[in-house]
Nanobody, 126 residues
Framework: QVQLAESGGGLVQTGGSLRLSCAAS????????MGWFRQAPGREREFVAC????????YHADSVKGRFTISRDNAKNTVYLQMNSLKPEDTAIYYC???????????????????WGQGTQVTVSS
């Protein structure tokens, strides 16, 4: 069983930055593929970014490419999402997700992940 806890959300103005963190339990964290998703009111949960267990492979959605960066620190069992140049359309609840199987390419669907955090709210004001 893997437990995930997100933090770092908040209210920020357009053009601002936030860094989200996701702390994970489990001794085999370094083998997990990790992902970030987001869900805005009235919309389906959408993929944001994912990263391999070693951190050597990453993949970002086109909507955030060049603005957001996923990274991880396996010594701290933590994955991050650095968000720069934020826009009002980035407003959503952001979720961390984990897949316990080794990296086999970008995982961009919710069904690919077995474990989910509770989410953290990000609000970007115009």
């Amino acid at each position: 069983q893997v437990q995930l806890a997100e933090s770092g959300g908040g209210l920020v103005q357009t053009g601002g930055s936030l860094r989200l963190s996701c702390a994970a339990s489990g001794r085999t964290f370094r083998s997990y593929t990790m992902g970030w998703f987001r869900q805005a009111p009235g919309r389906e949960r959408e993929f944001v970014a994912c990263i391999s267990g070693t951190g050597s492979s990453t993949y970002h959605a086109d909507s955030v490419k060049g603005r957001f960066t996923i990274s991880r620190d396996n010594a701290k069992n933590t994955v991050y999402l650095q968000m720069n140049s934020l826009k009002p359309e980035d407003t959503a609840i952001y979720y961390c997700a984990a897949d316990s199987k080794p990296w086999r390419g970008p995982l961009t669907t919710t069904g690919a992940y077995a474990y989910w955090g509770q989410g953290t709210q990000v609000t970007v004001s115009s």
